[in-house]
């Protein structure tokens, strides 16, 4: 399993992960700058009726791109300047890192710091440990942003760590300080739908019409979270599954910005039906 994270492309060792991004970027952007691509694509000012940049840009962001495993690549596909493409991951992975950084070096050193660490690195013989000693432990949550254990394995992609939480009474429900329950964060995360399906599953259809940021009535569902993102297979899916008259309450709240998302990220298909609202 471990030779699918090595790069075949000569630009990186290993494709990009949650644990050597480091190593990663720094072997990135000495490409670029040896292919004359740093200074005047990645850190310059874009310039989109330039011919010579668009040629540039491509270059550069299908270098990105490349070094990116398949499930990384999901989260900047839709990008089409190589500088947003690396400014969206320095901004998630530094964030990430920063967070690990403190917790190996003694700057958290409460339990649920580290049994989230473990949780995050797929450690699951040491993430068991913490529940043994403490089962409450599953769904404590995070000072930070209010994640519980099951967050931290959705935004991971650690699906078989979610599943066993899950199993041993880790809420799908939860929500984070954001009000993001896992299911909504998998939703906003990723393209991926295989862990939205299990959670559903699991946890019934009410999960997908639990609303985000909801101070006057109207926040996010999941199938706006996924449209707002770009990620087409998981817009596609979810709204297969959210009842049509969530979509159509309150004048077509859901269904009216749904439609503007689906339309500015080409998602047709199953979502095209809007149209005919």
């Not at 990009?16 to 990135?28: E, G």
């Not at 850190?43 to 070094?67: C, R, T, V, Y």
């Not at 089962?135 to 519980?148: H, L, R, V, Y």
Request: charged content about 25%.
């Amino acid at each position: 399993m471990a030779a699918a994270n090595i790069a075949s492309t000569g630009i990186v060792l290993e494709v990009l992960t949650r644990d050597n991004y480091l190593d990663w970027s720094v072997l990135v952007k000495n490409y670029l700058k040896g292919k004359k691509l740093w200074k005047d694509v990645v850190e310059g000012i874009p310039d989109l009726d330039n011919e010579d940049w668009q040629s540039k840009n491509a270059q550069a962001l299908h270098a990105i791109q490349l070094s990116c495993g398949h499930y990384t690549l999901r989260e900047i596909r839709n990008y089409e300047t190589a500088q947003e493409a690396w400014n969206h991951l320095k901004a998630d992975f530094s964030e990430h890192l920063r967070a690990d950084n403190d917790i190996e070096q003694g700057g958290l050193e409460s339990d649920i710091d580290k049994f989230h660490l473990a949780v995050k690195k797929g450690m699951w013989n040491d993430a068991i440990l913490f529940i043994r000693n403490d089962g409450d432990i599953i769904s404590q949550k995070s000072s930070s942003n209010g994640w519980t254990s099951l967050h931290v394995a959705v935004d991971a992609g650690q699906v078989e760590i979610m599943k066993q939480l899950a199993e041993k009474g880790a809420l799908l429900t939860e929500n984070d300080w954001e009000g993001y329950t896992p299911f909504a964060l998998a939703a906003k995360s990723t393209d991926d739908t295989e862990m939205v399906k299990w959670m559903l599953d699991k946890g019934g259809d009410n999960l997908l019409t639990m609303k985000i940021k909801a101070d006057d009535g109207n926040g996010d569902i999941p199938v706006l979270l996924a449209a707002t993102k770009g990620h087409k297979e998981m817009t596609r899916f979810l709204f297969s599954k959210t009842g049509w008259f969530t979509l159509t309450d309150n004048n077509y709240y859901y269904g009216a910005k749904i439609l503007s998302h689906c339309i500015h990220s080409e998602i047709f298909g199953k979502c095209s039906c809007l149209i005919f609202i």
